[in-house]
Nanobody
Framework: QVQLVESGGGLVQAGDSLRLSCAASGRTVSSYAVGWSRQAPGKEREFVATINWSGSTKGYADSVKGRFTISRDNAKNTVYLQMNSLKPEDSAVYSC???????????????WGQGTQVTVSS
């Protein structure tokens, strides 16, 4: 079992950048694929990005493709989400989650962090 803790959220202006971190404890994160998803108030959770255990395979939602980059440092037991050119519609609670294989379906993930708030002002 792995425990996940997100950090790096905050309040930024449109066009700014943020880097979210997902730190793992317990079992090493290199055993898992990790995905990022987000949920805005009153909306369903939305897939954002996923990365397989080695970092060789990545996937993105169309809404963030070209602006967000997922990466991982297995030596640091951490997965990152670099978010550039942020828009107000990117505002949400961002959560990371882990499972054996990368997936674009948020319901597939087994282990979840508590989330970190990202707010983008116009």
């Amino acid at each position: 079992q792995v425990q996940l803790v997100e950090s790096g959220g905050g309040l930024v202006q449109a066009g700014d950048s943020l880097r979210l971190s997902c730190a793992a404890s317990g079992r090493t994160v290199s055993s898992y694929a990790v995905g990022w998803s987000r949920q805005a108030p009153g909306k369903e959770r939305e897939f954002v990005a996923t990365i397989n255990w080695s970092g060789s395979t990545k996937g993105y939602a169309d809404s963030v493709k070209g602006r967000f980059t997922i990466s991982r440092d297995n030596a640091k037991n951490t997965v990152y989400l670099q978010m550039n050119s942020l828009k107000p519609e990117d505002s949400a609670v961002y959560s990371c989650a882990a499972r054996a294989y990368a997936s674009v379906r948020v319901g597939d993930y087994d282990y979840w962090g508590q989330g970190t708030q990202v707010t983008v002002s116009s």
